[in-house]
């Protein structure tokens, strides 16, 4: 490809198993060091610092320092939603890796995607949100815009809408969920249902990793406000 966007790059950069496992662990969308990265990746931490610069050139991580310690965290939500979808096309073609557990349902039932909720509850929520209307197709907002019967509902479970559309990140978009293969929400608002829900204590976060419990208040709350028709 002689113009235009390097894909060859972002690929060559993600496409590495260390890097990949660093860039999928930080999808839970904490700051996580070199020295957690490098755990996470199986690596020692001479090589996750090579593999760091070469992710924070590539434009895929930013860090920040913080007395000793410096902490590292995806570049955007872009970068998580890019992940979120190769990892939904490799399950698609069978590209899946054998590592098994009991953690695996929790991951398919609800986990962290960088800072909005992802797996079955999310997609959920996404075709209710769909289905009653609240959602629409909208060729000049990123693909997606909440419909006047969607604002009212969302402000109607203390959404500040004001603070979202003043921002200039997306407020809908869709994301492709891996597990499930469906849509999930993401953008401004898939962030700020993740907050609600969790402030609220209907979801509990793991101290480490991406998967989300959701207390059984919080799956029946949960099933109440997003109905699927």
């Known amino acids: 490809m002689k113009d235009g966007p390097d894909i060859a790059r972002i690929g060559a950069l993600m496409g590495d198993p ?4 660093i860039l999928s662990a930080l999808l839970s969308g904490k700051a996580l060091t070199a020295t957690e990265l490098a755990t996470e990746a ?22 920040a320092k913080q007395g000793r310690h410096r902490y590292f965290t995806l570049a955007g939500p872009e970068v998580g939603a890019v992940l979120e979808a190769v990892m939904g096309l490799a399950a698609r073609k069978g590209h899946l890796r054998t590592r098994t557990g009991p953690r695996d349902p929790q991951m398919r039932a609800a986990r962290v995607c960088y800072d909005h909720l992802a797996g ?5 929520i996404f075709d209710s949100l769909q289905k009653r209307g609240f959602l629409a197709v909208s060729t000049d907002k ?12 969302v402000s109607g479970i203390g959404i500040d809408l004001d603070a979202l559309t003043a921002s200039r990140r997306p407020m809908c978009r869709a994301c492709l969920d891996w597990s499930e ?11 700020a249902l993740l907050t609600r829900f969790t402030e609220s204590d209907w979801l509990r976060r793991e101290p480490a990793g991406r998967i989300v419990h959701i207390s059984p208040k919080g ?11």
């Open 181 to 191: 293969r469906r849509n999930h929400l993401a953008g401004g608002l898939g962030a």
């Open 219 to 229: 799956e029946a709350e949960l099933k109440k406000l997003f109905p699927v028709p």
């Open 18 to 21: 260390a890097r990949a496992n």
């Open 120 to 124: 079955d509850m999310a997609v959920r």
């Open 142 to 153: 990123g693909g997606l815009a909440l419909t006047a019967d969607g604002e009212g509902f």
């Open 42 to 63: 199986g690596i020692t931490g001479q090589t996750a610092s090579s593999h760091l610069k070469k992710l924070m050139e590539g434009g895929l991580l930013t860090q």
